[in-house]
């Protein structure tokens, strides 16, 4: 069984939007009065209060409260206890482990935008009579749903999350289905180097330009934070200004999103093993000559989305060490020195003249290679160890 998320964008008319607003600020209510309670007992007390506790707790004040906080629905309010109880489970944790705690801390209108549902229960996704796919919510109606692409056949969706982002609405899915079948081996690998100047350099010679997202609106986040600035904080133009300021922000992580979730597509379509060096990336993040553009990039981001889209489609990510695979000479195996700002390969042994990014890509394929062939060996030898154990133990 697999289970993946699925993200659909709402469109609400006036009066779902209130609707779903009025829910969310209830569910904020609920949230800091668990917490609250929590607190108090345990100050006036010294004992904690547990989820069953406070469910019996809340679902009387729920129905003695049918319009205010009668709106949330009982299996809502449910999972709403349930984070709480998973917030001081962390906080002790934490604790007990000699990290910094973090106590769970109240909700502000702003740091409070989800709601959880099962599916089924106050929310349901279907089908009208015209094919059109349509959100059941209760207490909200039927929301038009930007239905972009299907869900797996015979899933069963098992968790629905409703947030509200940007001032937009979305639906986040938690579907459970049967394992696909893998698409067709091509036979083919491919080492790749990661970089800032071009994020992607491949050992077939293919460079992945930077496309630079952050960079390219520096000018204009520039501009909306001087003005922020200089406005009174909590005022109206104020409001307005930070909304404009996340929302450049939104669509900056939404272009790096989409050409990481296309780019990897394509890397596991096309190739059966993917080599990668085996980078900790905090190195750029900590240089303040890097940084900005080691978090334009999102090299991190690239990483996860690779591992899961080969993982689901039965393909390998090799990890290789990264040492020395920019001055060895993928060639002739001569160890060439260079610093940084040199961006050509020369080697005088062979001659050998190419981008040093692609150097460095055939030479992460050669070691992906390497590690392949012990990682098979040496599942062979504990195939013939567990064999011979078997045996003797049979004897």
């Excluded at 003005?227 to 009174?232: D, E, F, I, P, S």
């Excluded at 090799?318 to 695979?325: D, E, F, G, K, S």
């Amino acid at each position: 069984m697999m289970i993946r998320t699925y993200k659909y964008r709402l469109f609400t008319n006036k009066r779902q939007r209130e609707a779903l607003d009025f829910i969310l600020w209830q569910q904020r209510i609920l949230y800091n009065a668990a917490l609250e309670q929590r607190k108090t007992v345990y100050e006036a007390t010294g004992k904690g209060v547990s989820y069953v506790e406070q469910w019996a707790h809340f679902r009387d004040v729920r129905n003695a409260n049918p319009d205010t906080f009668g709106m949330v629905n009982a299996t809502s309010l449910q999972q709403l206890l349930r984070r709480v109880d998973k917030a001081y489970r962390a906080f002790f944790r934490r604790l007990k482990a000699g990290e910094t705690p973090g106590y769970p801390r109240f909700k502000g209108r702003n740091r409070f935008h989800s709601m959880e549902f099962k599916h089924g229960d106050g929310v349901k996704l279907y089908q009208n009579d015209r094919g059109q796919v349509r959100l059941r919510i209760q207490n909200v109606g039927h929301v038009k749903v930007k239905y972009h692409r299907d869900l797996p056949a015979d899933s069963r969706i098992k968790h629905v999350v409703i947030k509200r982002s940007l001032g937009n609405w979305y639906v986040t899915l938690m579907v459970e289905f049967e394992s696909l079948p893998y698409p067709p081996l091509t036979g083919e690998g491919v080492g790749i180097d990661v970089g800032l100047k071009s994020l992607l350099a491949l050992s077939d010679g293919t460079l992945v330009d930077n496309p630079r997202w952050l960079r390219n609106s520096l000018k204009r986040l520039r501009v909306l934070n001087r003005k922020l600035a200089r406005q009174k904080k909590g005022s109206t133009n104020w409001r307005q200004t930070a909304a404009r300021l996340a929302r450049l922000h939104g669509k900056i992580a939404n272009q790096r999103r989409d050409f990481w979730h296309k780019t990897t597509r394509q890397l596991v379509n096309q190739y059966d093993l993917i080599c990668i060096e085996n980078l900790t990336l905090g190195f750029m993040t900590a240089n303040r000559h890097l940084a900005l553009s080691a978090h334009d990039a999102g090299l991190g981001e690239f990483r996860s989305l690779l591992a899961y889209k080969a993982e689901e489609a039965g393909k390998q990510v090799a990890l290789v060490p990264p040492q020395y695979t920019s001055q060895l000479c993928s060639e002739c195996g001569t160890m060439v020195a260079k610093s940084l700002n040199v961006r050509v390969h020369q080697c005088a042994a062979c001659g050998l003249e190419l981008d040093r990014d692609v150097n460095a890509a055939r030479n992460i394929l050669t070691l992906g290679l390497s590690v392949c062939d012990l990682t098979l060996a040496l599942a062979g030898v504990l195939q013939e160890a567990r064999h011979f154990s078997g045996e003797s133990s049979h004897e």
